[in-house]
């Protein structure tokens, strides 16, 4: 099950070698116009409401920290979450550590025993979506403040 689940993955990127993002750059396209995105630095006050936010019931990644453990400690590492998450937009880099996923094949119809039937769930670490949560926050900032957003 581990190799069939893992190699899903593999075959999805092996279609996507060779295909430009702008995400990638930073740049995009709209409404022929040039747009470059930038992200802000993360307050330790962004990451105090945030984490208030969060479920302590979530699922915890490959590492095993949990939500709740994560609430617990964050008076004493709120300041260094901060740095190491500036570090990561400054020099646009992802730390691997929190690539790695806990995966769980969940099982859709048909017969249990056939391996095509189950589709994997990663789960990541959780200071990787609590990274991400925050950057989406800023993303979605962006997009409404400059009209992206259909209103009525």
Known sequence: MNNFLFTIGEKLASKMD??????????ATVNNSSVK???SSI??????????KIKTTKGFG???????????????IEKSLADL?????ETSQFPELWICAR????????????????????VLPVIARFF????????YQHM?????FFSE
Do not use: H, W
């Not at 295909?19 to 750059?25: D, T």
């Not at 307050?43 to 208030?52: C, G, L, Y």
């Open 37 to 39: 995105s930038q992200f």
């Open 103 to 122: 995966i769980t094949p969940i099982f859709r119809e048909g017969a249990k025993a056939e391996m095509s039937n189950y589709r994997p769930i990663s």
């Open 43 to 52: 307050t330790v006050k962004e990451i105090r409401d945030a984490i208030a």
């Open 144 to 148: 409404n403040d400059s009209g992206y």
């Open 18 to 27: 060779g295909v430009p993002s702008p995400l990638i750059s930073g740049e």
């Open 85 to 89: 998450f500036n570090t990561s937009i």
């Open 62 to 76: 490959k590492y095993e920290i949990s939500c709740y453990f994560l609430k617990i400690a964050m008076p004493f």
């Open 132 to 139: 991400e949560k925050l950057i989406a926050n800023q993303l």
